[in-house]
């Protein structure tokens, strides 16, 4: 997989992605990250690459021409080609107007072989880059941030744990939060439970007894039928009260209604 990111600020970049997953990932060739200096690609005196926007407003706006050559430079076919799925490849624009990166996005950017990550700026993108060049306007969430830096970082961090060999133990990628049993390929240990497009459940470790908080006991038993059902029941408790909306979408079983409702007994 291979990462270009168009910035207006490259020095962003050498600490976000030089650690943990993301630099084994860089030392196997697993990815590789490339960041593109977007004023390298302005050719005026003042390496301009943002002007007022017709019309009026407060702000400068990116212009087009700098990120059109700096992109058709990168080997991508035309935004026609990709849209037809005839390369593996993807050009995203990150905007705070785009569809909102989920992890069902990521696992399907996790299966290209390239992607462009346009970084915007100030008030915005001309919108010529999200309606002739992007095929992907991508926003991490429903707040405004200064630029797309922070959520190119997220989306690499996101798509390279879910490439294959990225993660050392492949299947715990597949029972974590977000994550739906459609992705799961693994049954994995009876212990556990497939997040299912859930919260993940709770976790604990030693010591057993920490201050007096203690571990539940059920986790103790050894019973790996009754640890599935807490931790199932506990991920749907914890689905409920911090994500409500996620159980609208949530593959749900007729022993998931059951716990809900026996966790909603317990809380009464």
Not at 27 to 55: K, Y
Not at 60 to 66: Q, Y
């Amino acid at each position: 997989m291979k990462f270009d990111i168009v910035t207006i600020f490259p020095d962003f970049f050498r600490g976000p992605l030089d650690y943990g997953i993301i630099r084994r990932a860089r030392e196997t060739g697993l990815v590789t990250i490339a960041v593109h200096d977007l004023r390298e690609f302005a050719h005026d005196r003042h390496r301009s690459v943002d002007d007022r926007p017709f019309g009026g407003g407060e702000g400068m706006v990116l212009k087009p021409e700098p990120i059109f050559e700096c992109v058709e430079g990168l080997g991508v076919v035309s935004r026609e080609e990709r849209m037809a799925g005839r390369a593996k490849q993807s050009v995203v624009l990150l905007s705070a107007q785009g569809k909102r990166f989920d992890q069902s996005t990521a696992s399907e950017l996790a299966t290209l072989e390239q992607i462009v990550l346009i970084c915007g700026r100030y008030e915005g993108v001309d919108e010529r880059v999200g309606q002739y060049l992007a095929d992907h306007e991508l926003s991490i969430g429903d707040y405004v941030l200064s630029g797309g830096e922070l959520g190119a970082a997220v989306i690499v961090d996101c798509v390279t744990r879910l490439i294959p060999g990225a993660v050392g133990n492949e299947a715990s990628t597949q029972q974590e939060s977000f994550t739906t049993r459609e992705r799961s390929t693994a049954a994995g240990p009876n212990s556990t439970c497939v997040s299912g497009g859930l919260l993940d459940y709770p976790h604990y470790t030693r010591p057993a007894d920490f201050r007096g908080m203690v571990v539940p006991e059920v986790l103790a038993s050894g019973n790996h039928d009754e640890i599935r059902r807490w931790r199932r029941r506990t991920a749907l408790e914890k689905t409920r009260c911090n994500r409500p909306d996620l159980l609208r979408d949530a593959m749900l079983s007729k022993e998931d209604a059951e716990l809900l409702t026996q966790a909603g007994e317990d809380e009464n």
